[in-house]
T-cell receptor, first 114, second 113 residues
Framework: DTAVSQTPKYLVTQMGNDKSIKCEQN?????MYWYKQDSKKFLKIMFS???????INETVPNRFSPKSPDKAHLNLHINSLELGDSAVYFCASSQEGRVADTQYFGPGTRLTVL | AQSVTQLGSHVSVSEGALVLLRCNYSSSVPPYLFWYVQYPNQGLQLLLK??????LVKGINGFEAEFKKSETSFHLTKPSAHMSDAAEYFC???????????FGTGTRLLVSP
């Protein structure tokens, strides 16, 4: 069983479109995260949710909106896609979001904006 | 502000040789430190983490890292490289009171026969 899963794995779309990426974890964790990995492989956190509540919101354009319907799911919706949004987006989860809790990563979603 | 610096975007070793991947950090308070590995087209997997217990940390797949406060370093080593170790390696830190990982820019390990 996949611990942290993301769909889709690949997403190719046109500028200006709206798209969503879904994430699910079956580890029973309370905290979930979204990270962005750019073309130079640099990873940076975008958001973190604990029990459906937003706890970290980095300086991300408000075109990005995370939604957590329950603590096992954290989806990422992106409005008005731009070329610079092309990246690999990783979802992750951890037990309670305590400092030094291990974060478990999903396989990533490669988003290409044309 | 905290940051992580990984020296060398690429490191090449021969199979059986010592692996040394360098990581230095900057933090106003003692951080927790992590090494993650990313195989091609996969997510990140935790290799090991330092949480202020023993300064020498042993991880999976024969890797270990030593926390040196005086040098602000957390270098990753493995005595003998295998072909299967070829991957991207990321050093990261987390500060007490915060839950976000701050990553270095990664080091690609290449292993030749």
């Amino acid at each position: 069983d996949t611990a942290v899963s993301q769909t889709p794995k690949y997403l190719v779309t046109q500028m200006g479109n709206d798209k969503s990426i879904k994430c699910e974890q079956n580890l029973g964790h309370d905290t979930m995260y979204w990270y962005k990995q750019d073309s130079k492989k640099f990873l940076k956190i975008m958001f973190s949710y604990n029990n459906k509540e937003l706890i970290i919101n980095e300086t991300v354009p408000n075109r990005f909106s995370p939604k957590s319907p329950d603590k096992a799911h954290l989806n990422l919706h992106i409005n008005s896609l731009e070329l610079g949004d092309s990246a690999v987006y990783f979802c992750a989860s951890s037990q309670e979001g305590r400092v030094a809790d291990t974060q478990y990563f999903g396989p990533g979603t490669r988003l290409t904006v044309l | 502000a905290q940051s992580v610096t990984q020296l060398g975007s690429h490191v090449s070793v021969s199979e059986g040789a010592l692996v040394l991947l360098r990581c230095n950090y900057s933090s106003s308070v003692p951080p927790y430190l992590f090494w993650y590995v990313q195989y091609p087209n996969q997510g990140l997997q935790l290799l090991l983490k330092y949480t202020s217990a023993a300064t020498l940390v042993k991880g999976i797949n024969g890797f270990e890292a030593e926390f040196k406060k005086s040098e602000t370093s957390f270098h990753l080593t493995k005595p003998s490289a295998h072909m299967s170790d070829a991957a991207e390696y990321f050093c990261a830190l987390m500060n007490t009171g915060f839950q976000k990982l701050v990553f270095g820019t990664g080091t690609r390990l290449l292993v030749s026969p």
